[in-house]
């Protein structure tokens, strides 16, 4: 099960418990979450809160906005009645609470909180990391090489054609200690998704002195 269908899963939960006291729930996600996260969450009810990646910006909204809950990627799990602090025991209880409630499989049940497909996160060390990211500008904003596009940089540079078909979007973020640049593609199906992936992939490592790092 993927931190992103735990986020959506105890975050729907947290958000229950909220609209169930009358309050008006917020939830914090980093941008690579899936859009799952922000899909499942407003539809229940919810207000969504995209940040940062890294845990000092989703601990910061939190207390900003007096979250009920937080998820990140990476596994973290903030908890409003927890001090705002990560604690992945308390997620971990929501998800076999969610599981015994149930008669499927823990696979099944993962199935309705994951319905889009991640490239996880691909690391690729360049020699020159301004000029990597200004080829993938170039071919996906400047010229619109994959039709029209939003884009934000929050966090990087986060290009999405999600509003349209193929509906996919990817965030790709420098490193801030080593010379990398940090991929992130989801889509709604998988050829989309590893098209999308290896396309921009292409333009990173387009130099003959780029070499790929471990995938994380």
Do not use: C
């Not at 914090?28 to 899909?39: E, F, G, K």
């Not at 910006?57 to 602090?85: L, T």
């Amino acid at each position: 099960m993927s931190p992103s269908a735990i986020t959506a899963l105890v975050g729907l939960r947290e958000v229950a418990k909220e609209l169930e006291a009358g309050r008006t729930p917020t939830v914090i996600h980093n941008l690579i979450t899936s859009r799952a996260v922000p899909d499942l969450l407003q539809a229940a009810g919810a207000e969504t809160v995209r940040t940062r990646v890294g845990h000092s910006f989703i601990k910061a909204q939190m207390a900003e906005h007096q979250a009920v809950f937080g998820g990140e990627h990476s596994a973290h799990y903030y908890f409003r009645d927890f001090f705002f602090a990560d604690t992945g025991m308390l997620a971990a209880m929501h998800v076999l609470a969610a599981l015994g409630s149930q008669p499927h499989p823990l696979s099944a049940l993962a199935d309705a909180y994951q319905p889009y497909v991640a490239s996880g996160e691909i690391n690729s060390r360049v020699a020159d990391v301004s000029a990597a990211r200004a080829r993938v500008v170039e071919a996906y904003v400047t010229q619109q090489g994959a039709g029209p596009v939003t884009t934000d940089e929050l966090d990087g540079l986060t290009v999405s054609h999600w509003d349209s078909t193929p509906q996919w979007w990817f965030n790709l973020r420098a490193s801030n200690t080593e010379p990398l640049l940090r991929l992130n593609v989801e889509a709604a199906d998988e050829d989309i998704m590893e098209k999308v992936r290896d396309d921009v992939l292409s333009l990173v490592r387009a130099e003959a002195d780029d070499t790929p790092e471990e995938q994380a």
